[in-house]
């Protein structure tokens, strides 16, 4: 695959190496070719990234580049089975439609998200914070991602939705499944959606038969001022949604900033003895390097010009989350952690109308999650080479195969 006639790039995009990299071309493209033609790796179809800070915003927020897949992407584009979920629940789900259903489900989903709620989430969050560094702290070595990020996105997403945390492997199994990079997986995505869909209708039913005060009995229960509920479809599809963005994602970022942290001891030491810096760490941290390298695929629903560059009707669009969130236009000295920082907000959880739903949930877990590991392992350290760490394959998940670390002793080099 090449990315253009335009010579220069480090890697091509979506390749093995640029998945362990990406940073390099991601800044040539946006001084070189910020809104980027491309062969997506499935189905060769013409796609642009884009790479910039404003126009990712604008490709987020703008009405011209849709949400619906189905309903504008070119011929191309669907032929190539790269419509998320299509033939399944999710195809119609939250992530994938554009107002007035969007508004019209995020507004009845959104209104079970009370203060009440909330506030019960912190509790949950800490207790199991607790409980998993315990874990941890009867073992020398631990793997951050497995033992750690791992069981506390998917212990915090279990008690809040209600669902059995055993589940939550076979779960992450299926989202990697779901968006893959390889042409020769592609056949394996309506599967894995369809497997996530129906744990979702399980989950859904066995909580109509027994309620509790979770967010998924919430959801069954709740209606608007008018009455209007969300029916069965929109129920399953909704949960399977916030299974989507609640676990791996919330992995991946704690992941990847506690990689952060221990490359940068000087920011770490800071968090660590001053708890109350711990919300702007976050969104620090966020930008630097959060979970999301993109945005779900937009298209454009007419011919539509952007920074210059003219996009026909139908055309896929890929929104550059990490490319943005290190845009010098906007955030100077980009590639310094500060946990400091002050000035513009970062995309790492998106923007506009789409941006994640479970934001909240997210940041309140890194906040209690990140101090919580630094304070109780000071001397935390990678337990292998810093070279020999290695990201998954995915153009659209930015995580860690593993992070091993020893929590006491001689960082490794």
Known sequence: MTLSTIAGPPTALFSPEYY???????????????????????????????TRYEDVKTVLADSRFSAEGATWGNDEFKAAGLVAAAGTILERGIAVVDPPVHTRLRRLAMSTFTTRRVEQWRETVAALVRRTL?????????????????????G?????????????????????????????????????FGRICEYAAELVEDKRRNPGDDLTSALIQTSDDDGDRLDADELVGMVAAMIMGGS???????????????????????????????????????????????????????????????????????????????????FPDPERLDLGRTGPRHVGLGHGLHNCMGSALARLEGVIALPALLQRFPDLSLDLPRDQLRYIDSWAIRRLAALPVVTSGTPRA
């Open 20 to 50: 362990q990299d990406p940073y390099p071309t991601l800044a040539w493209l946006q001084e070189n070719s910020p809104v980027h033609r491309f062969d997506f790796p499935v189905g060769n179809v013409p796609t642009w990234i884009v």
């Open 134 to 154: 315990d874990d941890c702290a009867r073992r020398e070595r631990f793997d951050v991602m497995d033992d750690y990020a791992g069981e506390v996105s998917a």
């Open 156 to 192: 915090v997403l279990g008690e809040i939705l209600g669902f059995r945390i055993e589940r939550h492997r076979e779960l992450v199994t299926a989202l990697n499944q779901a968006f893959p990079s390889d042409p020769a997986l592609i056949h394996e995505a309506p599967a894995a």
């Open 248 to 330: 791996d994602t919330v992995r991946g970022f704690i992941g990847n900033a506690v990689l952060a942290l221990l490359d940068h001891p000087d920011q770490a030491d800071r968090l660590r003895t001053s708890p109350d810096l711990a919300g702007s760490a976050v969104e620090e941290l966020l930008r630097y390097e959060g979970a999301l390298s993109t945005a779900l695929f937009r298209v454009t629903t007419e011919e539509t010009e952007l920074a210059g560059t003219v996009l026909p009707a139908g055309s896929p669009v890929i929104a550059g989350l990490l490319a943005a969130n290190r845009d010098p236009r906007h």
